[in-house]
Structures are given as C-alpha cells and as structure tokens.
C-alpha cells in the first residue's frame, strides 16, 4: 500500500515570497489533516479536510495561508507572503475515519515539507 | 483545553537499558491516547494506542498504561536498542471536537552501542 505523498521535500525561499505543498493522501481515505512542527516542538495542526470540506481551520492563520482539497483527494496547502517564523517541517497526514463519533483513528503521515525562509 | 506533556530531552541511554518517557494530559472527558515515533528522515508512525482507562498499548517491546487517576501515560520498554533512536511524541485524541489528535512535543532518545 503506497503512503502518504509530499512534495517537494525541501524548499527554500525568502521573506515575501509566496509557496505551495503538496500531498497525496493514501487512497481511500477521507479525512486529510495538515500540520505545521516548528523544530523542537510537537505538530500542530493547521487545517482539517473530510472529503473536501474543511473540518477545523481554526488554527490556521488565513491572512497569508491557504489550503484547498479538490475532488476530496490531493490537497495543497500555500503560504503567501512568507515570513521568517514560518520555518518549520509541514506534515500531511490522512485516515480512513470508518465511523464519525471514532476518536481512537490512526494517522498516516507523510514524510513532511521542510520550509526555510529567509 | 486539552494539552500534553512530555518530559524534556534528549534522553540518552546505553543498549540494553531500561526505558521510561513520562508523558501527562488534560482533557475533558476520555480521550484516547497515542505514542508515535519519528525516525531520522521519516515521517511520524503510530507506534501504540489505548482508548479508555487502566488500557495497555503495547507494540515492539514498548508498553504504555492509561492512568485516568494520574493523567498519565508513560511509554516504557525493558531493553532499548540502538535501533529505537529517535524521537517519541504523546500525543490525544479528545472524546468530542472531531478528529483533533493533540501532540506534545517530543522527546528525543539516543541509544549508545
């Protein structure tokens, strides 16, 4: 079974510029979460997606980031203009979610973006 | 809110030692609860779960036990091995508000030969 797909692996930019993620969820599941992990601390998440609705963007800060999940599969998340504290590792993941009340789902991630800004 | 704690590292042990990273939480209601480890250059997996009190995950020789009394979790293993290098998140899974899983924020383990 193929996981989770990210691109691109590294991405360098500077401050003011805009960037884009990608991520392939494994096929089949609904639920596609986005998580930002500042080096040293633990993944927080940004954005939630069952099929292609948004569940929970609650943390993500919407004057410079931006995500979409077409037709409930891929999804890219953008940021734009960048800032300095943007730096940090971008993690997809995605589950299958059999039943709506579950809490005890298991996530699968991808490898994860890590973004430098300069 | 909900929240994790884990104790701070790195941790560093020799091959072979006995393992204990402390991990506590505050939530409402029971959530589930969740160890999942970070290997050098991979992604975080799900390394062992528990959905409600006095639970034992288990996987790979590690153990963890849901302590409703204590708030607690802690991730135990008898003997590490080098190869269990790399960095530990506890992590929730609150009873209501969808499908938020909550991490803290790691702790790194090094394992000498």
């Known amino acids: 079974e193929a996981g989770v797909a990210q691109s691109p692996r590294y991405k360098i930019i500077e401050k003011r510029q805009s960037v884009a993620f990608w991520c392939n969820p494994i096929?089949?599941?609904?639920?596609l979460y986005w998580y930002q992990q500042i080096l040293g601390q633990g993944p927080k998440l940004l954005i939630q997606f069952q099929n292609n609705g948004v569940v929970d963007d609650s943390q993500l800060p919407k004057d410079r980031f931006s995500a979409e999940r077409l037709k409930g599969v891929d999804s890219t998340l953008k940021i734009q203009p960048a800032k300095l504290e943007d730096s940090a590792v971008y993690l997809c993941?995605?589950?299958?979610?059999?039943?709506?009340?579950?809490?005890?789902?298991?996530?699968?991630f991808g490898s994860g973006t890590q973004l430098s800004v300069l | 809110g909900n929240s994790v704690t884990q104790m701070e590292g790195p941790v560093t042990l020799s091959e072979e030692a006995f393992l204990t990273i402390n991990c506590t939480y505050t939530?409402?209601?029971?959530?589930?609860l969740f160890w999942y480890v970070q290997y050098p250059g991979e992604g975080l997996q799900l390394l062992l779960k528990a959905t409600k009190a006095d639970d034992k995950g288990s996987n790979k020789g590690f153990e963890a036990t849901y302590r409703k009394e204590t708030t607690s979790f802690h991730l135990e293993k008898g003997s590490v091995q080098v190869s269990d290098s790399a960095v530990y998140f506890c992590?929730?899974?609150?009873?209501?508000?969808?499908?938020?899983?909550?991490f803290g924020a790691g702790t790194r383990l090094f394992v000498k030969a």
């Open positions: 992590a929730l899974s609150p009873y209501t508000g969808g499908f938020k899983t909550i």
């Open positions: 939530a409402t209601g029971y959530p589930s």
């Open positions: 993941a995605s589950s299958p979610r059999t039943r709506r009340t579950s809490t005890n789902e298991k996530l699968f």
């Open positions: 096929s089949g599941h609904a639920t």
